[in-house]
C-alpha cells in the first residue's frame, strides 16, 4: 500500500503549475493523453499492430524525436522539417529540403495515419508497416543523411549519436527502463506519436454524430454541402464514386487501389507505383487553403483542379485503379473516367471535401513542437511510477527517504514543494548502478508534501 506522501507526489499529475507548464519542460508527471483520447464510434478501422500499442511515454518521447534536428546527419532536419503541424503535418513545399536536396515526392499529411485499413505506407507502400516508414527517412541520403552509402553514416552512427546525449539516456530510461537506444525504440516511439495525430472535431464528425450514418442529409450542412456528400457516396453514373476508394467515415485509402492517373515525376519520367494516399481528412485549413499542393507532384494547386482530374481522367496508364476507366467499344479496351460532372456538381463536391477539415490538430500542444524558442528542452519531469518514499523517526529526527533508478553516474535534480505554487530544489547524482537516493528532514507538521526528481539537460545549463 503507498504511503499518504506517495498518494499525494501522485496527485502531481493533476495539479498544473506556472512552472511545470512552462516552454521547454517536459513533465512526465502528468504526459499529455495520447492513449486514451476519444474516438468516434463510427471509426472502426486501425492499424496499430499489437506489439506497440500508443502509451502516454512512448508516444512523449517520439515527440520529442519527431521534431529533434540532431536525427539528421548534419542537425539541420527533424521529421517536423517535412510534416509541420501548422499544415496537418504536411509541407507547402512542392519538394521539401532535405540535408542533400529535395525529396522525391511531395510530402504526405500524416494525419489520421492509424485509422486505416492500409497498413503499408509511403505513396508507393514500400515499408510494410508504420513502424518500418519512421526509419526510412533517417536512412535517406537526400532527407536525413543516416544511409550508411554516398559517404554517409549509418543508423548505426545514429544509434551511437543519440546514446551518448545524455538526455535521451534519461528519457529512454524513463520510458523502457533503461538507457538503451535501438532502431526498434525510435521505430517504436515514433510511430506512437504519429498515429496518435488525429482528427475527428470537423464539420463532418459534427454532422455524422448527429444522423448516425452517412446517408440521409446532415442537419448542419449547407444544401451545397449536403449535394457533395451524395456526389461523393454516388457510384459513377450517378454521383462521383469518389467512397470507392476513399472510404468514409475514416475516409482511408482502399488497400487494392491502383494509381490515380497522376503518374509524373520530379526527376522526369513516369511513377506508376503511387497507390497510396492520406486520409482525405483536413485536405484544407479552416480557412479553406490547401496545404501546399496535391497528389505526390503536388502538381494541382486546388481542390477544383483534382476533382476536374477525376471528373476527365486524361489517360489510361500503366497501373491505373480498373474503377477510374469505362467500357471501350466493341473490341476496344477499357477507356479513361469520364464523369460529366457540371460546374455546380463539382463545386458541391468541393464544399463536401471541406467540411473534412477540424481544428485541434493544428494548435494542441500535444502534437506540438516540445523544445524551446532556444531549441532545447529546460527541464525534464520523470515519472512518479516507481519512486520508493519512506518515513522514519519521529520529532525533530523525522526523515524521508526518497529513491529512484536512474542513469549511472548522471546528475538530477531532486524537487520538493508543500502547495505545488513553487519548488525547492537541490542537485543530486546516480551512483555507478543507477541508484538516486536522497535523505531529508520531514517535519512533523509537514507529512504531505510533494516530491519529484527532474533532470536538467546539459545544453540547457
Not at 10 to 34: C, F, K, N, Q
Not at 175 to 180: A, F, I, K, L, P
Not at 209 to 215: A, K, L, R, Y
Amino acid at each position: 500500500m503507498k504511503t499518504p506522501t506517495a498518494l499525494c507526489l501522485a496527485a502531481i499529475s493533476a495539479v498544473a503549475s506556472a512552472a511545470e507548464t512552462a516552454e521547454g519542460v517536459l513533465d512526465l508527471t502528468r504526459p499529455e493523453a495520447y492513449a486514451d483520447q476519444p474516438v468516434p464510434a463510427y471509426i472502426n478501422r486501425d492499424n496499430t499492430p499489437p506489439g506497440n500499442p500508443i502509451t502516454d511515454l512512448g508516444a512523449t518521447l517520439g515527440r520529442v524525436l519527431f521534431y529533434d534536428k540532431r536525427l539528421s546527419r548534419n542537425d539541420s532536419i527533424s521529421c517536423s522539417s517535412c510534416h509541420q503541424q501548422e499544415h496537418a503535418f504536411s509541407d507547402l513545399a512542392i519538394a521539401s529540403t532535405g540535408v542533400a536536396g529535395t525529396t522525391g515526392r511531395h510530402s504526405m499529411r500524416l494525419v489520421n495515419s492509424r485509422f486505416a485499413a492500409e497498413r503499408r505506407f509511403f505513396w508507393d507502400e514500400r515499408a510494410v508497416t508504420l513502424e518500418d516508414q519512421t526509419t526510412r527517412p533517417i536512412q535517406d541520403h537526400v532527407e536525413m543523411g543516416f544511409s550508411g552509402a554516398d559517404g554517409d553514416p549509418g543508423f548505426a552512427d545514429l544509434v551511437d549519436k543519440l546514446s551518448s546525449i545524455e538526455e535521451y539516456q534519461v528519457l529512454f530510461t524513463a520510458v523502457y527502463g533503461d538507457e538503451g537506444v535501438t532502431e526498434q525504440r525510435v521505430q517504436q516511439s515514433l510511430a506512437q506519436f504519429i498515429r496518435s495525430i488525429q482528427s475527428f472535431d470537423s464539420k463532418y464528425d459534427e454532422g455524422r454524430t448527429i444522423v448516425g450514418n452517412d446517408g440521409p442529409p446532415f442537419p448542419n450542412f449547407t444544401p451545397a454541402e449536403n449535394r457533395g456528400k451524395q456526389l461523393f457516396l454516388a457510384p459513377p453514373g450517378q454521383g462521383a464514386g469518389c467512397a470507392g476508394c476513399h472510404r468514409p467515415p475514416e475516409f482511408d485509402i482502399d488497400p487494392n487501389s491502383g494509381n490515380n492517373g497522376v503518374v509524373g515525376s520530379f526527376s522526369g519520367g513516369n511513377d506508376f507505383a503511387v497507390t497510396r494516399s492520406p486520409s482525405l481528412r483536413d485536405l484544407v485549413d479552416e480557412n479553406g487553403a490547401p496545404h501546399g499542393g496535391f497528389m505526390h507532384t503536388a502538381q494541382f494547386a486546388t481542390l477544383a483542379q483534382v476533382i476536374n482530374h477525376y471528373n476527365a481522367i486524361p489517360a489510361v496508364v500503366t497501373g491505373l485503379d480498373r474503377r477510374l476507366t469505362r467500357p471501350g467499344g466493341p473490341g476496344q479496351p477499357p477507356q479513361p473516367q469520364r464523369l460529366n460532372l457540371t460546374v455546380q456538381e463539382r463545386g458541391d463536391l468541393e464544399a463536401f471535401l471541406e467540411t473534412l477539415t477540424g481544428s485541434s490538430i493544428y494548435t494542441d500542444p500535444k502534437w506540438s513542437d516540445p523544445y524551446g524558442a532556444d531549441g532545447l528542452l529546460s527541464l525534464v519531469v520523470l515519472p512518479s511510477e516507481g519512486l520508493g518514499i519512506q518515513f522514519a523517526g519521529s520529532g525533530a529526527s523525522r526523515g524521508l527517504t526518497v529513491r529512484m533508478t536512474g542513469v549511472p553516474n548522471v546528475d538530477y535534480v531532486f524537487q520538493w514543494s508543500n502547495q505545488l505554487d513553487s519548488w525547492n530544489s537541490f542537485p543530486v547524482t546516480a551512483d555507478p548502478n543507477g541508484n538516486v537516493v536522497v535523505a531529508i528532514p520531514a517535519p512533523e507538521g509537514q507529512p504531505n508534501g510533494f516530491y519529484r526528481f527532474a533532470y536538467e539537460p546539459e545544453a540547457a545549463e
